[in-house]
């Protein structure tokens, strides 16, 4: 790539770059080691005073807390190259086996979700007639709105009761959201487009599986999730400059002026990695029309970390984590069993559970004090996981805007974003509110924008 070279103007004090990254999310790092590698000198501008963005642990007491997400899936290839060229794929520690036991709540008990074709037909997790109706999955036609909401889709091809069953506590597991309002399409991708490219669910499941393995791991690192945006970031060396917010981005003929807390700097080309509010902030002076993207809807999200004596909880821990269902009364949406995950997440002889309260179908969570968030959180869990101690150890971490919803609308807010990025060549935009909200997405979206 030709460009400025961290040219230094003597005159102006404005340091010049091929391209600025503003954010230092998984997003952005991707983006940044896949540019740097290509031969761009970047510079990477990051608010806080660590890089990662919502992958940070913390450690407090000799628990290992994440503070956003737990696991990174690894299912494309693309993802598997960008962590081997950063060195982070040999370094990764595989989920244990147990994670591949995902609990939901039924009758008052945690029941494991059946793990192949033939034990979800003998299990109870959904009774006979809605498996019978499950069987009429493959004649469904295929459906024309593009606005369909995952439960319209659900219902449609699935059914009333894998959608509050199943369906459901996912959608709390990993949107946070409400299924009544996320855009199938844009929320679940894939399995719209197995509707569309196979007619069936159960058909493109079949056809996919037949197709042969494909990537597939679910990691994290010894220090936790800030084990990959270290990782990402360790080639970048002193490209990235922490504790410097951007304040203002500006375009001035061919090149984009940014100002942040630690001087100004020129690039030809931006990518503007923030969250969506963020990133609305600071695009919308030079192109109003992406001020919409501020009011993208937010699921609100508390993580409560919590440790027991390993005998204060009668439970075998023996899987990821549970998922429960709004249907079932119970405030908490789900619990990791994290020092289960991986090793090195608790003192000897404790476990770490992370359970989440709030998300869309219950902001008001979040007004919840810290003694009251940890008392439901252990009434809810006690039933369920034989908790006969009190927690000793607790950690709570607040998240007013956890994760962007897609909803309807979403179509125009990416088309925004499209019509920035071709009104101002060299503008990026990425981000989580944009082509997936999971680490994996966020690292292949920055990994493809940094490469085109
Ligand atoms: C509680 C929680 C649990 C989750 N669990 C999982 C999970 O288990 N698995 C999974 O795959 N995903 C999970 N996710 C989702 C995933 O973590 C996020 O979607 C992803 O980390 C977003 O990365 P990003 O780089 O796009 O944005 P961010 O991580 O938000 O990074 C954006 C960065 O931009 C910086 N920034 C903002 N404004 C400015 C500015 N003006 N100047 C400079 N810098 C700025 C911010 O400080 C931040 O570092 C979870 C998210 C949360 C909140």
């Given at each position: ?5 961290d ?11 091929d ?17 740097k ?10 608010a806080?005073?660590?890089v990662?963005?919502?992958a ?5 007491d ?8 737990n ?20 370094s ?8 591949r036991?995902?609990?939901v ?13 033939l ?15 499950l ?17 319209q ?28 309002r ?36 679910l990691i ?11 990782g ?6 002193d490209?990235?400059?922490?504790s ?5 981005l500006k ?5 984009f002026?940014v100002?942040?807390r ?7 080309s ?8 963020a990133?609305a902030?600071?695009?919308a002076p ?9 009011q993208?809807?937010q ?12 005998a204060?909880v ?5 899987g ?11 405030r ?19 476990v ?6 709030g ?50 609308g ?14 101002f ?24 924008l940094?490469?085109?």
């Amino acid at each position: 790539m030709e460009g400025w070279r961290d040219v230094i103007n003597t005159d102006e004090k404005i340091m010049k770059h091929d391209v600025i990254i503003i954010g230092a999310g998984v997003s952005g790092l991707a983006a940044a080691l896949t540019l740097k590698k290509r031969g761009a000198s970047v510079l990477v501008l990051e608010a806080n005073d660590h890089v990662g963005g919502a992958a940070h642990g913390v450690r407090v007491d000799g628990y290992l807390c994440e503070r956003g997400p737990n696991t990174l899936m690894v299912s494309s290839p693309e993802v598997e190259t960008l962590l081997r060229k950063a060195g982070l794929w040999d370094s990764a520690l595989d989920a244990s086996p147990h994670a591949r036991k995902r609990f939901v709540v039924q009758d008052g008990c945690l029941v494991a979700l059946p793990d192949s074709p033939l034990s979800f037909l003998t299990s109870g997790v959904i009774s006979w007639g809605a498996k019978l109706r499950l069987m009429r999955e493959p004649f469904i036609s295929g459906g024309c709105d593009d606005d369909e909401t995952l439960a319209q889709f659900v219902r449609r091809r699935l059914g009333d009761e894998p959608l509050r069953e199943l369906v459901g506590p996912f959608v709390s597991g990993v949107y946070a959201g409400d299924p009544e309002r996320l855009i199938v399409r844009h929320a679940l991708p894939r399995l719209h487009r197995l509707e569309r490219t196979h007619g069936s669910l159960i058909r493109g499941a079949i056809k996919l599986g037949r197709s042969g393995p494909s990537v597939r791991r679910l990691i994290s690192w010894p220090p936790g999730l800030s084990g990959l945006a270290a990782g990402l970031a360790a080639p970048l060396e002193d490209e990235v400059k922490l504790s410097a917010p951007v304040e203002s981005l500006k375009k001035s003929g061919n090149v984009f002026r940014v100002v942040s807390r630690q001087g100004e700097f020129e690039a030809s080309s931006v990518f503007v990695a923030t969250d969506a509010v963020a990133a609305a902030r600071l695009v919308a002076p030079f192109f109003p029309e992406i001020a919409p993207l501020e009011q993208i809807p937010q699921a609100p999200m508390a993580v409560i970390h919590l440790g027991f004596p390993r005998a204060g909880v009668s439970h075998p821990l023996d899987g990821f984590g549970a998922l429960i269902s709004r249907a079932r009364g119970i405030r908490t949406l789900g619990v990791l069993f994290s020092s289960t995950l991986f090793p090195g997440r608790a003192p000897e002889n404790h476990v770490l559970l992370t359970a989440f309260l709030g998300g869309m179908l219950d902001r008001e969570a979040l007004t919840l004090d810290d003694a009251a968030m940890v008392r439901t959180v252990v009434n809810d869990l006690t039933p369920l996981l034989g908790i006969t101690a009190a927690p000793s150890f607790q950690n709570i971490v607040r998240w007013p805007r956890a994760i962007p919803q897609y909803e309807r609308g979403h179509q125009l807010l990416l088309d925004a974003c499209v019509r920035a990025e071709g009104e101002f060549p060299g503008l990026h935009l990425l981000g989580n509110y944009r082509g997936g909200i999971s680490l994996g997405d966020c690292l292949e979206n920055g990994r493809m924008l940094g490469s085109p």
